[in-house]
C-alpha cells in the first residue's frame, strides 16, 4: 500500500484554506476574549475570472476549482504510530523512484502557474529532508504562490522553526495525538512528548496559531478530549479532531472510530456554551471554540460527514503521482512524464488536467478503498504510443491513379508530397471514435474497477503520444512539430461506449487530420487492450474526422445533420 495511504489521517488534518474567504472577528463583552475564524463570504468574482477558472485544467467537471496543493516531501518519518504503518516500518522506494528537489520545485511552479495558491509540504516527516528550509525558500519566491506550510509531528521543530521562519513559511501543522508521555510512546513506538509540546510553544512565541492535530481513537485517547479543549485556553491554538480512519495499514480497526458528534456532546458536558464558530467555504474542519479561551477547536469529520462538495486539493506523493482524492486509487506519474525529453510543459499541464477531470463528486464512503494502485500507466504509454501500426500501404500501379493521388507518381510509385512551396498557416482538425464495450465494462469503468487501471486516463495519454509519432506510424506522413494534442475520453453509459475525441493543432506547411485520425485510433486500441481481459466482444467504429481548417480545403462534417437522421 502507498504511503500516502497509510498517512490518511494525518494529511486530512492539514490546514484549511483560505482563498478567497475574510476573516470574522468575535468580540465577547462579558469576557473580552477575541475569537478569530474563516467566514463563508467570498468575494464575488469578477465574470472574466469566473470564466478563466472554469477553463483551468485545475477545475473539475463539477466545477470544484483546485488551489490547494500538498506535496510529501519523502516516504521517511522518524516516528512508527502504531495506526500509520507497522512496528517495522514499511519497505522505501529506491532514491531514483522520488521526485528531485528540481523536479519538487518545477511541479510546485507548474501547479502554481495554473492557479495553486497554497502549498503544505508533508511526508513521511517533512522536516527529515536536510533541504527543507531551501525548498521553503525557493516555494516563497514563485509569484502568485501566497501561502506555504508544512505538517510536522514536531520532534525536531525547536531546531529548524527559526531558520524556516526566516525562510518565509507561513504556518504549521502538528500532529500530537495524546497530551500523556507514556501514551505518546506507546502510540509513536518513539519517545519525545516534551520536545514536541516545546515546539508548539515556540511556535506560538514566533508568532504562529499552529494547528494541532489529534486522532481519536476510542479506548485510547478518548478520555483525553477535554484535556485537548483545555490545552486551548492558555495558547492560541487550533486544536482539530480528526476522525480515525481504518484501512489495511492499521488492520480496519473500526471500533477504534470516535464520531464527531459524540465528541461535541462529551465536550458540552463540561463547557455547555461550547459554540460554533463560522466555517470558510473550502474549509475541512467545522470550527467551534470555549468562550473566553484563547484557541479554538475543529471536527475533521471525514468519516460521518464528508465534505467532498468543497473540495480544493490535491496530492503530489513522493514518487512523483498526483492524487485528486485521498480516498481514490486513480494516480497519474508526472514524474514519469516530466523525464520524457518528448514530453513539453504544456502537455504536462494536459495531463494534470485530464486527472483533475477525473475525480468523482464525492469519496467511496465511510470504508474507503486505499489499496494499492496498479501501476501500468508507464507501461502503456509505451506499448500503445509507440507500438507500429503494422498497416501496409497498397497503391495500383496505374497512371490513371497517380493524377488525382497526391502521394503518388507518374509511375505509380509512392511519394511523400512537397510542402516547402506552400504558406505556414494555422491548422487544425478534430476527429472522433467510438468504441462499443456492452454493459459488464460500462461498469467496471464507471467505477474504475479494470485491473489495468484508469481507462479512460490512460487511453488519453496515449492518445496524445500516439499523435506526436504519427509521422513514425503512417509512412508519408511529414513530421509536423505539434502545438497543441488534446484527446477527451467520454463514458457513455446509456451507449454502452467509450467516445474519444482529439484535437491537434499545429503552424506549419501541412494539416494535421492524419494526427488527430491517429490520436483517436491508439485512444480506442488501448481502450480494448486495458479491457480485453474481461471480454473480446468490443468494437471500435466510426473513426473519422470531424473538421480541418487552415489548409487549401477546409473541412467541416455536419454533426447537426447527421444526429438528426440518426
Not at 500523556?180 to 519517545?191: G, M, N, S, Y
Not at 476522525?243 to 456532546?265: A, C, V
Not at 497543441?484 to 467520454?490: G, H, I, M, R
Not at 480506442?524 to 473519422?544: F, P, Q
Request: aromatic share 6%; proline share 4%; with cysteine.
Amino acid at each position: 500500500m502507498r504511503l500516502l495511504a497509510r498517512h490518511a489521517i494525518r494529511l486530512l488534518g492539514q490546514e484549511n484554506g483560505r482563498g478567497g474567504a475574510v476573516t470574522a472577528i468575535r468580540l465577547k463583552a462579558t469576557t473580552g476574549s477575541l475569537k478569530l475564524a474563516t467566514a463563508s463570504a467570498p468575494a464575488l468574482e469578477q465574470p472574466a475570472k469566473q470564466v478563466q477558472r472554469m477553463n483551468s485544467p485545475l477545475t473539475d467537471t463539477f466545477g470544484r476549482h483546485h488551489t490547494y496543493l500538498r506535496i510529501s516531501l519523502t516516504e521517511r518519518c522518524n516516528l512508527r504510530c502504531d495506526y500509520c504503518m507497522p512496528a517495522e516500518g514499511v519497505p522505501l522506494q529506491p532514491k531514483q523512484n522520488l521526485l528531485t528537489t528540481e523536479e519538487i520545485l518545477r511541479l510546485a511552479r507548474i501547479f502554481v502557474e495554473q492557479g495553486v495558491r497554497k502549498i503544505r509540504l508533508t511526508g513521511g516527516e517533512p522536516t527529515v529532508r536536510r533541504d527543507i528550509v531551501e525548498i521553503v525558500a525557493q516555494m516563497k519566491a514563485l509569484p502568485q504562490l501566497e501561502q506555504v506550510g508544512i505538517t510536522t509531528n514536531a520532534l525536531v521543530l525547536t531546531r529548524l522553526l527559526p531558520s524556516l521562519q526566516r525562510a518565509g513559511l507561513d504556518s504549521l501543522n502538528i500532529s500530537l495525538d495524546t497530551l500523556k508521555r507514556d501514551r505518546f510512546e506507546k502510540i509513536t513506538r518513539r519517545k519525545g512528548w516534551e520536545r514536541v509540546i516545546a515546539g508548539i510553544d515556540l511556535a506560538v512565541q514566533l508568532g504562529y496559531t499552529p494547528k494541532v492535530n489529534c486522532v481519536l481513537m476510542r479506548d485510547f485517547n478518548e478520555d483525553e478530549i477535554c484535556d485537548f479543549v483545555e490545552f486551548t485556553k492558555d495558547r492560541p491554538v487550533d486544536v482539530r479532531f480528526i476522525e480515525y480512519m481504518p484501512f489495511s495499514g492499521n488492520k480496519w480497526h473500526t471500533e477504534r472510530l470516535i464520531s464527531y458528534k459524540d465528541t461535541l456532546q462529551a465536550i458540552r458536558q463540561r463547557w455547555p456554551d461550547f459554540e460554533a464558530l463560522p466555517n470558510g467555504p473550502n474549509d475541512t474542519s467545522k470550527a467551534y471554540a470555549v468562550p473566553g479561551f484563547k484557541g479554538q477547536v475543529g471536527f475533521i469529520t471525514s468519516m460521518t460527514e464528508h465534505f467532498c462538495g468543497t473540495c480544493n486539493r490535491l496530492r503530489l506523493t513522493a514518487d512523483g503521482n498526483i492524487k485528486v482524492c485521498l480516498f481514490g486509487n486513480k494516480e497519474f506519474s508526472l514524474r514519469d512524464a516530466m523525464r520524457r525529453d518528448d514530453i513539453s510543459e504544456e502537455q504536462l499541464v494536459d495531463f494534470i488536467g485530464a486527472a483533475v477531470q477525473r475525480k468523482k463528486r464525492q469519496h467511496a464512503g465511510a470504508a474507503p478503498l486505499l489499496h494499492h494502485y496498479s501501476r501500468h500507466l508507464h507501461h502503456h504509454l509505451y506499448h500503445h504510443a509507440y507500438h507500429p501500426l503494422r498497416q501496409q500501404l497498397q497503391i495500383r500501379n496505374c497512371s490513371s491513379i497517380s493524377s488525382h493521388l497526391t502521394h503518388v507518381n507518374a509511375q505509380g510509385k509512392a511519394q511523400m508530397v512537397d510542402v516547402g512551396a506552400k504558406p505556414s498557416t494555422t491548422r487544425l482538425a478534430r476527429a472522433e471514435a467510438t468504441v462499443q464495450v456492452g454493459e459488464r465494462l460500462t461498469q467496471l469503468i464507471a467505477a474504475n474497477e479494470i485491473a489495468k487501471g484508469d481507462v479512460l486516463t490512460v487511453a488519453q495519454l496515449a492518445g496524445i503520444m500516439g499523435a506526436k509519432r504519427t509521422s513514425e506510424l503512417i509512412p508519408l506522413c511529414h513530421n509536423i512539430s505539434l502545438s497543441s494534442v488534446k484527446v477527451q475520453a467520454t463514458l457513455l453509459k446509456s451507449e454502452q461506449s467509450v467516445r474519444l475525441e482529439a484535437s491537434v493543432r499545429c503552424s506549419g506547411q501541412t494539416g494535421v487530420e492524419m494526427e488527430a485520425l491517429t490520436a483517436v485510433s491508439v485512444a480506442a486500441l488501448t481502450v480494448y487492450d486495458m479491457c480485453k481481459a474481461v471480454s473480446h466482444d468490443i468494437c471500435i467504429t466510426n473513426i473519422r474526422l470531424l473538421s480541418k481548417t487552415g489548409g487549401k480545403r477546409d473541412f467541416q462534417r455536419d454533426e447537426a445533420a447527421e444526429l438528426k437522421v440518426e
